[in-house]
T-cell receptor
Framework: ELKVEQNPLFLSMQEGKNYTIYCNYS?????LYWYRQDPGKSLESLFVLLSNGAVKQEGRLMASLDTKARLSTLHITAAVHDLSATYFCADLGYGNTGKLIFGQGTTLQVKP | GAVVSQHPSRVICKSGTSVKIECRSL??????MFWYRQFPKQSLMLMAT?????????EQGVEKDKFLINHASLTLSTLTVTSAHPEDSSFYIC??????????FGPGTRLTVT
């Protein structure tokens, strides 16, 4: 069974702190996606990681991909309240179907 | 670029009626569109994959006679929930792609069946 597992599922942190969300996947895909979802809204694309060792940064968020370990991380630096949301990683799975396999989501709550 | 719209954004219907949701790619031609369902505090669940001009491919456990998908053109796919019941109440999200590289997500449709 194809799986994508995120850890932790819920994260409450203080503003200014750093933390990492982990995403383990079971396929040999070299593509991994990160999305943000605000309550009541659809998905917003954050990062597309296309190869082993890929690292991308946008503001206080940095994502990386290790295809050998089948692990992606989303690192939050000096969190601010505006980052409060649910974050999903998704793996492209096998073959060329284009189907995404989503993780369970990590709900981040940043407290002032 | 790569904008996807959905209509309606919110719909309330009575049990037993049918509801149609439209998904449009506004500035590109989508070779494939995907339909997802999301229940509160859960992840997205893929319902079906839709290719223009061909029958949709449904995921295991999704009733194809209940969730009718039509992909009549490269910019439009529709999902019709037939004989809707309260358990069909959910957030329905479509996505569209012109390659296997990235999917572009619509804003979602909140369906409430009373």
């Amino acid at each position: 069974e194809l799986k994508v597992e995120q850890n932790p599922l819920f994260l409450s942190m203080q503003e200014g702190k750093n933390y990492t969300i982990y995403c383990n996947y079971s396929t040999t895909s070299d593509r991994l996606y990160w999305y943000r979802q605000d309550p009541g809204k659809s998905l917003e694309s954050l990062f597309v990681l296309l190869s082993n060792g890929a690292v991308k940064q946008e503001g206080r968020l940095m994502a990386s991909l290790d295809t050998k370990a089948r692990l992606s991380t989303l690192h939050i630096t000096a969190a601010v309240h505006d980052l409060s949301a649910t974050y999903f990683c998704a793996d492209l799975g096998y073959g060329n179907t284009g189907k995404l396999i989503f993780g369970q989501g990590t709900t981040l709550q940043v407290k002032p | 670029g790569a904008v996807v719209s959905q209509h309606p954004s919110r719909v309330i219907c009575k049990s037993g009626t049918s509801v149609k949701i439209e998904c449009r790619s506004l500035d590109f031609q989508a070779t494939t569109m995907f339909w997802y369902r999301q229940f509160p505090k859960q992840s997205l669940m893929l319902m079906a994959t839709s290719n223009e001009g061909s029958k949709a491919t449904y995921e295991q456990g999704v009733e194809k006679d209940k969730f009718l998908i039509n992909h009549a053109s490269l910019t439009l796919s529709t999902l019709t929930v037939t004989s809707a019941h309260p358990e069909d109440s959910s957030f329905y999200i479509c996505s569209a792609t012109y390659s296997s590289y990235e999917q572009y997500f619509g804003p979602g449709t909140r369906l409430t069946v009373t």
